[in-house]
């Protein structure tokens, strides 16, 4: 297969993970006969220090024309610290998914048998987990209307969703459901939103066309408190933008590490991969940062384009890294190896697993 991928390292520590998933990718072109063409642009603080902007014309217009996108970190301290910032980093992104139409996020969260005491969670308690989470992307809280008085004293952001953007994205977590363990949890706050009761009401009416999938409601405080008591009892979990981006930075304590969990955002036309986690500055250039998020972002892309088995060669790839415990310093405090080495070696035995695969 011949695929255009767009490459937007960011900030921080994306330029280092991105550059595992391509060496990842590679392995795979070789492998499996493909070829991927690779096409670099700066998005994020970088892009706004080179360019002015953080998603410069020239990033969106190369984001467009490529098949996918794979994308690394964003987001600068300097920024953060400022409250009168004009502009800023995380824009990029935002103003990415929107113009590409992004609206579904979905974020798979496991616990891998071999990471069981890596977790500040019970063994027990993270057994068998394994569920996804579709976080709305486009719409809510982020993209409402924005608002500051002339004094500066009084701030609002609107949260607005209409019936069609609840509905697409509902379609494809039920459908996702349907290929699982038939279950969705639908989380909201529709005790005290307004929002949140339309959500209620579209999601009831499409269940009935998924009989086979059996529909639950959660309010988001219990559901925080749910994912760490007992995280086994989730399948598939529907939520809007900003509840979505709360529960998945709290889902990756499960896995054991935030630098495990890969995400795909994908709308009508475009699909772009991504780890969820930050640009954490404080580890940049230093080769500490976990690789492995970003690796499984480049096989979340090959599922996309139904290259299942290819996709299947990097995570058994992944799979053999943890278990020898060739994993970074998040999962192994004093551990002697480093971002590129960890990347070497999924790589490595991506090009080896024919071995696997005869075995
Ligand atoms: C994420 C991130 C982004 C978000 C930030 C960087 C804008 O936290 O992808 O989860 O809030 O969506
Ligand atoms: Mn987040």
Not at 150 to 179: M, P, V
Not at 310 to 323: G, M, P, Q, S, T
Request: negative net charge.
């Amino acid at each position: 297969m011949n695929l255009n991928i767009a490459l937007l390292p960011g900030d921080g520590i994306g330029p280092e993970v991105l550059a595992q998933a391509v060496k990842c990718l590679q392995a795979v072109e070789e492998t499996f006969n493909h070829q991927f063409v690779y096409k670099e642009a700066p998005v994020g603080a970088i892009a706004i220090k080179k360019k002015g902007a953080p998603l410069p014309d020239n990033t969106l217009k190369l984001c467009k024309e490529a098949d996918a996108v794979l994308f690394g970190a964003i987001g600068d301290p300097k920024f953060d610290n400022d409250p009168n910032a004009k502009v800023r980093p995380e824009q990029g992104l935002l103003k990415l998914r929107k113009e590409l139409g992004l609206f579904a996020n979905i974020r798979p969260v496991q616990a891998y048998p071999s990471l069981l005491d890596k977790s500040p969670l019970k063994k027990d308690i993270i057994s068998g987990t394994d569920f996804v989470i579709y976080r709305e992307l486009t719409g809510g809280i982020y993209f409402g209307e924005k608002k500051l008085n002339e004094e500066g004293t009084i701030a609002s952001d609107l949260c607005e969703y209409s019936e069609g953007e609840i509905s697409r994205i509902t379609h494809l977590a039920f459908k996702a459901a349907k290929t699982r363990k038939k279950k969705l949890t639908l989380v909201d706050k529709a005790n005290v939103l307004e929002s949140s009761r339309l959500w209620r009401k579209v999601v009831t009416k499409i269940g009935e066309s998924y009989p086979e999938v059996a529909l639950d409601f959660l309010f988001v405080d219990n559901a925080a408190m749910q994912i760490i008591l007992n995280p086994s009892q989730f399948d598939v979990i529907l939520t809007e933008n900003m509840f979505g981006d709360i529960i998945s930075d709290e889902g990756s304590v499960i896995g054991g590490s935030i630098g495990l969990l890969a995400s795909a955002s994908v709308g009508e036309e475009n699909a772009l991969f991504e780890p969820i986690h930050g640009s954490y500055p404080q580890a940049a250039g230093k080769d500490i940062a976990n690789p492995i998020a970003s690796i499984l972002s480049a096989a979340m892309l090959l599922e996309h384009f139904d290259l299942g088995e290819e996709a299947l060669a990097i995570k058994k790839a992944v799979d053999k890294a943890l278990k020898k415990g060739i994993v970074t310093p998040d999962l192994k405090p004093k551990s002697q190896y480093g971002t590129n080495q960890v990347g070497d070696f999924i790589a490595h035995n991506i090009v080896d697993i024919e071995d696997d695969f005869n075995m």
